[in-house]
């Protein structure tokens, strides 16, 4: 039975060495056998061996799982991006609808009281009210909302929105 306790690669057709321990009859009573030879004498190998060729690809499959780990990073960030604006977007409009709403039922009054109350609710909906004018028996809201989307880039999502009395 041979055991393979070291081997070395200089480089493709540099010498290589090997030492074995040969059991009792390969090299003599538990004597040891050297074997030399150029790089190519190894292609087969036994396992546990490296050709020389193959010490410049170590950590290569590191390098690439990095890669693809650092591109689904990118790609979360920008869906949490696209998702936040989206959100910020929708979150304008619900206050924007409910700001003219709750002007409309104040529009009898006048425009400072109209707009005094679709404010409050326009603020309990988490933007602020940009404008605000009534026409008529129509309110007419425009509330924005400031999103960051990702760190140190802040957006602003704005809507308008229009209620009043039905017509027919």
Same mark, same amino acid.
């Given at each position: 039975?041979?055991?393979?306790?070291?081997?070395?690669?200089?480089?493709?057709?540099?010498?290589?060495?090997?030492?074995?321990?040969? $059991?009792?009859?390969?090299? $003599?009573?538990?004597?040891?056998?050297?074997?030399?030879?150029?790089?190519? +004498?190894?292609?087969?190998?036994?396992?546990?061996?490296?050709?020389?060729?193959?010490?410049?690809?170590?950590?290569?499959?590191?390098?690439?799982?990095?890669?693809?780990?650092?591109?689904?990073?990118?790609?979360?960030?920008?869906?949490?991006?696209?998702?936040?604006?989206?959100?910020?977007?929708?979150?304008?409009?619900?206050?924007? +609808?409910?700001? @003219?709403?709750?002007?409309?039922?104040?529009?009898?009054? +006048?425009?400072?009281?109209?707009?005094?109350?679709?404010?409050?609710?326009?603020?309990?909906? $988490?933007?602020?009210?940009?404008?605000?004018?009534?026409?008529?028996?129509?309110?007419?809201?425009?509330?924005?909302?400031?999103?960051?989307?990702?760190?140190?880039?802040?957006?602003?999502?704005? @809507?308008?929105?229009?209620?009043?009395?039905?017509?027919?």
């Amino acid at each position: 039975m041979t055991v393979v306790l070291g081997a070395t690669a200089m480089g493709l057709g540099e010498v290589v060495s090997m030492t074995a321990v040969a $059991g009792a009859g390969a090299a $003599g009573r538990g004597g040891v056998a050297a074997v030399s030879g150029t790089a190519d +004498d190894w292609a087969g190998a036994p396992a546990g061996t490296r050709r020389a060729g193959w010490r410049d690809d170590r950590g290569g499959a590191t390098i690439c799982l990095l890669a693809v780990g650092l591109l689904f990073v990118v790609a979360g960030l920008f869906g949490a991006g696209v998702g936040a604006a989206r959100v910020a977007r929708q979150q304008a409009r619900v206050a924007a +609808d409910f700001g @003219a709403l709750a002007g409309t039922a104040r529009a009898l009054a +006048d425009e400072p009281a109209a707009c005094a109350r679709a404010a409050e609710l326009v603020a309990a909906n $988490g933007a602020q009210l940009v404008w605000c004018r009534l026409d008529g028996l129509d309110v007419l809201v425009t509330a924005e909302v400031i999103v960051d989307p990702l760190p140190g880039m802040a957006r602003t999502a704005r @809507a308008t929105s229009r209620a009043g009395p039905l017509r027919g």
